[in-house]
């Protein structure tokens, strides 16, 4: 039976090892505010682009166009949920998101179908790459 306890601790230590080294963390919904879900839901969108600029198929950059529009979703559902003192980082975060997406959807994400990759690499790590710090910056994410 000693075994068996040693054997269960061993498995839940394995796993929060795991979990960590992969970068996940756990943590009850309620501990999610507005500001920390625009963070994580901005993060998304900014990997999933950048994924998209390696992609090498169709299939693949799709799938990553879609996981980009769901984080928008994520992020203005996010910032519409920002009121009282919020509302004001709310209001300067969505003037550069506004900027930032425009960008993206006519400029990034049509040089990448066209496969001018270098061109939308140089859009993404110039003013867009300074627009996602701005927005950072507003919301006060942490790395």
Same mark, same amino acid.
């Given at each position: 039976?000693?075994?068996?306890?040693? &054997?269960?601790?061993? =498995?839940?230590?394995?796993?929060?090892?795991?979990?960590?080294?992969?970068?996940?963390? &756990?943590?009850?919904?309620?501990? *999610?505010?507005?500001?920390?879900?625009?963070?994580? +839901? !901005?993060?998304?969108?900014?990997?999933? !682009?950048?994924?998209?600029?390696?992609?090498?198929?169709? &299939?693949?950059?799709?799938?990553?166009?879609?996981? =980009?529009?769901?984080?928008?979703?994520?992020?203005?559902?996010?910032?519409?949920?920002?009121?009282? +003192?919020?509302?004001?980082?709310?209001?300067? &975060?969505?003037?550069?998101?506004?900027?930032?997406?425009?960008?993206?959807?006519?400029?990034?994400?049509? *040089? =990448?179908?066209?496969?001018?990759?270098?061109?939308?690499?140089?859009? +993404?790590?110039? =003013?867009?790459?300074?627009?996602? #710090?701005?927005?950072?910056?507003?919301?006060?994410? #942490?790395?």
């Amino acid at each position: 039976m000693a075994w068996r306890k040693r &054997f269960a601790m061993t =498995i839940s230590q394995s796993i929060v090892v795991i979990a960590l080294g992969l970068g996940l963390t &756990f943590a009850p919904a309620a501990w *999610a505010t507005p500001a920390s879900e625009t963070c994580a +839901a !901005l993060a998304e969108a900014r990997n999933s !682009l950048y994924s998209m600029l390696h992609a090498k198929d169709k &299939f693949a950059q799709d799938a990553l166009a879609a996981k =980009i529009q769901a984080a928008n979703i994520k992020v203005d559902s996010a910032l519409a949920r920002m009121t009282g +003192a919020d509302a004001k980082v709310a209001a300067d &975060f969505k003037a550069v998101w506004n900027q930032f997406t425009a960008t993206r959807d006519n400029e990034i994400i049509p *040089a =990448i179908y066209q496969g001018n990759i270098d061109d939308a690499k140089k859009i +993404a790590n110039g =003013i867009q790459f300074q627009r996602f #710090s701005r927005m950072w910056s507003i919301v006060s994410c #942490s790395r």
